[in-house]
C-alpha cells in the first residue's frame, strides 16, 4: 500500500463533479482502494502498490472520471527539437526517456507533490530506484542538446541538491544524505551515469542526485526538462508518462524530446497503450457473469480503455498508455469486474465433489494432545525461531549441526528449535511466579539437517512434556510415559544413558524397535540454574516422525 | 433446628477442641504449651471460628530487643570506644598500638575514630604518623557508665522494646546498626469469644459426628446411628489447575474442521523452503520487494531445484509468458535466485508443491494450516513467525462467483453472515480481493480472508488448464479475537502466560 495525499476540491475539479467523501469512499472501495482519512480538504488515500499511475491527483482524478463515465482528453504531445544524446553509458544504466513540460503554475504544495510522485514512483514501480530513476530540471537552465554518458565516480564534479559546495562522485556517496541511502545501488560500477548540457555542466548524477544548480525546481519554475533513466526502456518509458501525467494535472503541456542512441533514435513520451482482443466469452467464463460485448464495451471505457473496434463477441482495444500492471487478458477481465463492482456480482457455489481428509501426523497429535490434557497437562505454543544459547549452550550439551539464519530484524533469533523442551523451560521461566504444580507439553515441528532433501534439511514432529513442582521426581515422569505408550499400544525399552542435560543416573533413552525416539529424566540442576529456574523440573522429549513413521 | 445447633453441627473437629479451650485461656501460644493442638491447627480453627462470627481474633507483634554474640562480648570486655579511651588515658600512641592494646579489630577502630571525634573525646596529633590524645571529656566520660553500657546491662537476657524510653529506643536502633543488639519479632494472636461464641461454648461440643465417609463407615454400618457433621457450603475452597488445550490449537482444530466439513484434504510441506517454491513457482517476479532481507528470512544457502523442464517453463513464464498468453515480467530469469533457501513466507509455498510433485488433477480440494514466517521484530501484534490458513479448490467452470460463494460460505460457517469483498493486488493471483467479515460485537468490518483465482502464468508450468480459486487467513488474529488475548506474547513462543492459558474463558466462536 502506498499513501496517496490530495485535495478534495482539486480532485473534484478534474473529476469534472463534485462527489461527496461518503460517495468518494464507496467508488474507492469498489475499485479496491481506500480513503484512509479526509481532514477538511486533505485526503489520504491507500492506493495499492501496482498502479503508480493513481500516485498523483490526476492520475486518480482521471480514472475517477473515466469510471463516473466522463471521457478523459487524450494527452496531447506537441513535437519539439529538444534532443537527447545517448554516448557511452554506463553498462548498467543504459537507457534513458525525457520530456519537455511547459505551462506549469507552481507553488510550495505542487513542488512538494511533484517530489511526492517523483518519491513513490521510484519507490514502488521503480523499485526503490533499482531498475530506473526520475530527474526533472528547470528548463531555464540547461542547454539543450543534453547527453547522457558515464564518468568515473572520481572524475564527476557538482554541488548536489542542498549540499553547500562541489564534490565528487565517490563522495556524494560518502557524504550526502541521498548519496548515502542509495550508495549500494552503484558502489560497485566502474562508471556513474551522468546527465550534462551542451556547456558541459553536469545536470545529474542518477540514480542518486540532481545538481543543485542545474537541476533545482523552485515556485517561480513553469518549464521543466524530465527524464527517466535506468535498466530496461519499456519499464522508463511507463515511468515516464506516469511522471508526465502528474504533471499534466498542474496544467503542464507536453514536449516531446528525441532520444538519439547512434544506432536508433526514439521520440518520448509515448502514450501509446496495447492493442488486445478481448472475447466476450472469455470474460463471462472468468467472471461468471452474462454479460452482452456491448456492456463489456461499457465497463472498459469506465476503466479507461479505448475501444478501436468490435464485433458480437468481442472488442479490439488500446489498453489505458498509463497502466504498468498489464501483462495477460485476465489483468483486462479484472479491471472489467472492478468496474462491474464485485459486490454487484451473484454470489454461488459450485458443486466441487471430493471428501474431507487430514494427515497421519494431524491425528496423531490430535490424539496424544487428548492423553495428556486428561492427564492435567498445559498445552503450550513456543516459536520456531530461537538461538544457539538456548538449543545448546543454557542445556549444558555440545553443539550440533543445525538450521542457521542469516540476518534476522529481531535480536535473539538465530536458528529454527532442533528440540522443543529447551523452549518449553523458557515458558517456565517466564511464568515462575504462576502457580506450581506447572505440567506443560507441546507437539510441534522441529527442523534438523537432512543434506539429501532439497532444502537441506527435514522437519520433524516431536513432543515434549515438562513437570515443574517441588516434590517432581523420575517415576512421575516414566508414569506418564508408560501411561502413553499403554495407552497407545506401543512397545519400548529404556537404557542407561549420560545425556548432560539430564541429571546423572536419573535419565534414560526411550527405544522402540531399537530406535533411538527420545529421553527423559530429571534436569540438571546446571540447566535450572542457566535458566534461573529455582524449582525441580523433569523433562521428556519423544521424536514422533520417528515412532510413528510420519 | 435452631441457629445456635446448626452451627454447632457444622464445627470441624478442630474447632471443637479449641472452642472448650478459649473458656480458660485465650492466648495462642499458651494454649499451644496446655493442649495437644499445635500453632497452625489453632491458627486456621481460629480463622474459621472468626469466618462463624465466634471469635474475634487479635494479632499483636511485640519486638524483643536482646544481644547480639558482638554484644555479648562488650557486655564482657567493655565498648570499643571506651577501649580505645582507656588505652590513651595516660598516654599518647599511634593507630598500630591503640589496636593492639585495646585487641580491637580495624573496623572496630575505625568506627571508634569516628564517634570519639564527633563527640570530641579525642585530639589527632598530627607528627610523621597520626597520634592520638585523649581531651578533658574524654576523661569524664571514662569515669563514668554510659548509656549505651547501661542498655547492654538491661537486654542481657532481652527486654521487650516498649517499655524502654524514645531515647533509649534510638540508642538500641544505633546499637542494632552496629550489629550490638538485634531485634526479634514475635506475633501473638488473642483469640477472644464473641456473645455467640459463648453460648456454643455452653453446648456439647465432643459429640461424635462423621467426619469424611469412609469405606469402613459404610462396611461397619455406622452411618445409620451417628450424624454427618454439615460443612459451610460457601467457604473458600483452593483452585484447581486443569489440564487445557492451546486456545490456538482449538482455533486449528476449529478451522479445521470446516475444511474437513467442505470435503477439503490437508496438506503438509516443509518450513524451509528454496525462493524457487516460496515464489518463483507461483509468478513472484524476482525483484518483488517481499522478498527482500527485511521480509524474509534466508539461511544463505542454496537448495536444489526440481527437474530442469519444470525450471524451463516457470523460466519461460517469467521472462516472456511462455505458453500462458501472457508478456511475462521481461527480465532474465535467474536460477541463482530460485536457489536461494529460506523460512517460507506463505503456505501457498505447498499448495505450489503439490501442483509440481503431486500431479493433483480436478476436481480437487485442498487446505493447508501452517506456520509461515516474516522477518520482523516482535512487538504486541507482530511476532517474527505466526500460522496461516489456505484452502484452494480446482475445478472447470470456477469463476470468480464461485470465490466468493466458497469464502462467503467459509465466513458463515465462522458465524459472520455480513461480508463484503474489496478488490486487491497479488503477484500470483488475479482477480484478488479481500473479504471483510462484520463483527456485531465489534461493531466494525475487519477483514480476515484474501483470496484470489491464480494467474494463468502461475498455473500454467503444472499444465493446470481449470481455473484454481483460493483463500488464506491469519490464525492468530482471528484467535486474538475469539479469545480476547490483545498481545500475542500472551499467547505464542516462551513469553506464553501460563495463567491465562489455564484460566482464559470457554469462548462461543464469535
Redesign the interface.
Known amino acids: 500500500m502506498v499513501i496517496l495525499e490530495t485535495e478534495h476540491k482539486q480532485l473534484n475539479k478534474i473529476i469534472g463533479r463534485k462527489l461527496e467523501i461518503k460517495e468518494l469512499e464507496e467508488i474507492l472501495?469498489?475499485?479496491?482502494y481506500?480513503l484512509e482519512s479526509a481532514e477538511g480538504d486533505k485526503l489520504r488515500i491507500d492506493i495499492?502498490?501496482?498502479?503508480p499511475d493513481l500516485l498523483s491527483t490526476y492520475g486518480l482524478g482521471r480514472a475517477l472520471r473515466a469510471y463516473l463515465g466522463n471521457k478523459n482528453d487524450e494527452i496531447k504531445i506537441n513535437k519539439s527539437n529538444y534532443k537527447v544524446n545517448v554516448k557511452q553509458p554506463a553498462k548498467e544504466w543504459m537507457n534513458t526517456a525525457a520530456a519537455v513540460v511547459k505551462g506549469l503554475k507552481l507553488d510550495d504544495e505542487k513542488i512538494r507533490e511533484i517530489i511526492r510522485v517523483q518519491e513513490k514512483i521510484g519507490g514502488t514501480f521503480l523499485?526503490?530506484r533499482?531498475?530506473g530513476a526520475i530527474g526533472v530540471y528547470p528548463l531555464e537552465k540547461i542547454k539543450f542538446p543534453i547527453t547522457f554518458t558515464a564518468e568515473k565516480p572520481e572524475k564527476i564534479k557538482f554541488r548536489p541538491l542542498e549540499y553547500q559546495k562541489e564534490i565528487n562522485g565517490k563522495e556524494i556517496l560518502e557524504k550526502h544524505a541521498t548519496g548515502m541511502k542509495y550508495k549500494h545501488l552503484l558502489e560497485k560500477w566502474e562508471k556513474y551515469p551522468i546527465f550534462t548540457d551542451s556547456k558541459n555542466k553536469i545536470l545529474s548524477m542518477p540514480p542518486i542526485i540532481n545538481s543543485h544548480e542545474l537541476g533545482r525546481v523552485d515556485e517561480k519554475t513553469t518549464e521543466v526538462f524530465v527524464e527517466v533513466s535506468g535498466r530496461?526502456l519499456?519499464t522508463i518509458d511507463m515511468a515516464l508518462n506516469v511522471m508526465i501525467s502528474a504533471l499534466v494535472g498542474i496544467g503542464g503541456k507536453i514536449y516531446s524530446v528525441e532520444v538519439n542512441y547512434g544506432n536508433k533514435k526514439i521520440t518520448t513520451p509515448e502514450f501509446k497503450g496495447e492493442k488486445r482482443t478481448i472475447k466476450t466469452e472469455y470474460v463471462n467464463?472468468?467472471?461468471?457473469?452474462e454479460l452482452k460485448t456491448n456492456e463489456v464495451k461499457k465497463l472498459l471505457e469506465k476503466m479507461n480503455h479505448k475501444v478501436v473496434s468490435s464485433n458480437p463477441n468481442s472488442l479490439t482495444i488500446i489498453t489505458d498508455p498509463l497502466r504498468t500492471?498489464i501483462?495477460?487478458?485476465?489483468?483486462i477481465?479484472?479491471d472489467i469486474?472492478?468496474a462491474y463492482g464485485?459486490?454487484n456480482?451473484?454470489?454461488?457455489?459450485?458443486n466441487?465433489?471430493?471428501?474431507?481428509?487430514?494427515?497421519r501426523?494431524?491425528k496423531v497429535k490430535?490424539e496424544i494432545?487428548k492423553l495428556?490434557?486428561?492427564?492435567?497437562?498445559?498445552?503450550?505454543?513456543?516459536?520456531?525461531?530461537t538461538n544457539k544459547e538456548t538449543q545448546f549452550e543454557k542445556m549444558n550439551i555440545k553443539e550440533p549441526g543445525y538450521?542457521?539464519?542469516?540476518?534476522?530484524?529481531?535480536q535473539g533469533?538465530n536458528m529454527?528449535r532442533q528440540w522443543l523442551l529447551p523452549?518449553l523451560i523458557?515458558?517456565l521461566?517466564?511464568?515462575r511466579s504462576?502457580?506450581y504444580?506447572?505440567?506443560?507439553f507441546e507437539i510441534s515441528?522441529t527442523?534438523v539437517i537432512d543434506n539429501t532433501?532439497?532444502?537441506?534439511?527435514?522437519?520433524v514432529l516431536k513432543l515434549s512434556i515438562v513437570n515443574c513442582h517441588s516434590n517432581v521426581n523420575f517415576t512421575e515422569m516414566k508414569q506418564v510415559l508408560d501411561y502413553l505408550f499403554n495407552t497407545l499400544g506401543i512397545q519400548y525399552e529404556l537404557t542407561e544413558v549420560e545425556h548432560e542435560s539430564f541429571i546423572k543416573g536419573r535419565n534414560a533413552k526411550i527405544k522402540h524397535n531399537n530406535e533411538y525416539i527420545g529421553n527423559f529424566g530429571e534436569i540438571n540442576p546446571k540447566v535450572l540454574e542457566n535458566f534461573g529456574i529455582e524449582m525441580p523440573c523433569t523433562g521428556l522429549e519423544i521424536n514422533l516422525t520417528e515412532l510413528f513413521r510420519l | 433446628m435452631t441457629e445456635v445447633k446448626k452451627i454447632v453441627n457444622q464445627l470441624h473437629p478442630l474447632e471443637r477442641k479449641l472452642l472448650p479451650l478459649l473458656k480458660f485461656n485465650n492466648i495462642q501460644s499458651e494454649i499451644v504449651k496446655n493442649s495437644k493442638l499445635e500453632e497452625v491447627e489453632i491458627t486456621r480453627a481460629a480463622q474459621w471460628l472468626e469466618a462463624k462470627g465466634l471469635v474475634i481474633n487479635e494479632l499483636t507483634i511485640t519486638q524483643t530487643a536482646k544481644l547480639t554474640d558482638h554484644g555479648r562480648k562488650y557486655l564482657e570486655k567493655g565498648l570499643p570506644e571506651k577501649r580505645f579511651l582507656r588505652t590513651i588515658k595516660n598516654t599518647i600512641l599511634n593507630l598500630e598500638e591503640i589496636k593492639q592494646k585495646a585487641e580491637l579489630s580495624n573496623e572496630e577502630v575505625n568506627a571508634c575514630i569516628g564517634l570519639l571525634r564527633r563527640n570530641n573525646y579525642i585530639e589527632t596529633i598530627k607528627e610523621k604518623e597520626a597520634k592520638f590524645k585523649i581531651t578533658n571529656q574524654g576523661i569524664s566520660v571514662l569515669e563514668k557508665k554510659s548509656d549505651e553500657e547501661q542498655l547492654l546491662e538491661k537486654l542481657k537476657d532481652g527486654a521487650k522494646t516498649e517499655i524502654f524510653s524514645d531515647k533509649d529506643k534510638k540508642i538500641i536502633e544505633e546499637l542494632r546498626k552496629r550489629n550490638i543488639t538485634r531485634t526479634d519479632e514475635n506475633k501473638e494472636r488473642k483469640i477472644t469469644l464473641t456473645k455467640l461464641g459463648k453460648e456454643i461454648v455452653k453446648e456439647k461440643l465432643d459429640v461424635n459426628l462423621i467426619e469424611n465417609l469412609t469405606p469402613e463407615i459404610l462396611k461397619n454400618k455406622e452411618w445409620k446411628d451417628k450424624e454427618f457433621r454439615s460443612y459451610d457450603v460457601k467457604s473458600q475452597v483452593p483452585k484447581l489447575i486443569g489440564g487445557r488445550g492451546h486456545p490456538l490449537q482449538e482455533t486449528i482444530d476449529y478451522i479445521r474442521t470446516i475444511f474437513l466439513d467442505m470435503g477439503f484434504k490437508e496438506m503438509e510441506g516443509p518450513l524451509v523452503e528454496t525462493a524457487f517454491w516460496c515464489m518463483d513457482s507461483m509468478w513472484i517476479p524476482q525483484d518483488h520487494p517481499a522478498r527482500e532481507v527485511q521480509d524474509t528470512f534466508y539461511l544463505n544457502k542454496e537448495g536444489k531445484l526440481p527437474i530442469k523442464e519444470l525450471v524451463k517453463k516457470v523460466a519461460e513464464v517469467h521472462e516472456n509468458g511462455g505458453k500462458s498468453g501472457s508478456k511475462g515480467y521481461g527480465y532474465k530469469f535467474d536460477e541463482n535466485v530460485a536457489k536461494q533457501l529460506l523460512l517460507r513466507t506463505h503456505t501457498t509455498a505447498t499448495t505450489f508443491r503439490y501442483f509440481g510433485e503431486r500431479n493433483i488433477k480436478p476436481p480437487a480440494k485442498y487446505f493447508y494450516i501452517g506456520r509461515i514466517f516474516r522477518n520482523e521484530a516482535i512487538d504486541a501484534t507482530h511476532l517474527p513467525e505466526f500460522h496461516q490458513v489456505e484452502g484452494f479448490i480446482m475445478d472447470e467452470g470456477l469463476t470468480l462467483r464461485d470465490l466468493m460463494g466458497y469464502v462467503k460460505e467459509f465466513y458463515n460457517k465462522m458465524g459472520i453472515n455480513k461480508i463484503k469483498f474489496k478488490p486487491t493486488y497479488n503477484p500470483y493471483t488475479e482477480s484478488s480481493m479481500e473479504a471483510y467479515g462484520y463483527n456485531e460485537q465489534l461493531g466494525k468490518w475487519i477483514e480476515l480472508i484474501n483470496s484470489g483465482i491464480f494467474r494463468p502464468e502461475a498455473l500454467e508450468p503444472y499444465g493446470i488448464k481449470v481455473p484454481v480459486i483460493a483463500w488464506g487467513l491469519g490464525l492468530e488474529r482471528l484467535a486474538m479475537m475469539i479469545h480476547e488475548q490483545k498481545d500475542v506474547r500472551n499467547m505464542l513462543g516462551a513469553t506464553s502466560d501460563l495463567r491465562w492459558l489455564r484460566e482464559h474463558k470457554v469462548t462461543k466462536k464469535w
Open positions: 472501495f469498489s475499485l479496491g481506500e495499492t502498490t501496482e498502479r523499485r526503490n533499482k531498475k530496461e519499456k467464463k472468468i467472471i461468471g457473469t500492471d501483462w495477460h487478458d485476465i489483468d477481465v479484472d469486474a472492478r464485485f459486490n456480482l451473484e454470489l454461488r457455489m459450485k466441487v465433489e471430493s471428501t474431507g481428509e487430514t494427515t501426523s494431524v490430535e494432545s495428556l490434557i486428561g492427564l492435567g497437562y498445559q498445552e503450550c505454543f513456543t516459536l520456531m525461531l538450521v542457521k539464519l542469516g540476518t534476522t530484524v529481531e533469533i529454527i523452549e523458557r515458558v521461566e517466564n511464568n504462576a502457580e504444580p506447572q505440567k506443560i515441528h527442523t532433501k532439497d532444502v537441506g534439511c527435514r522437519d
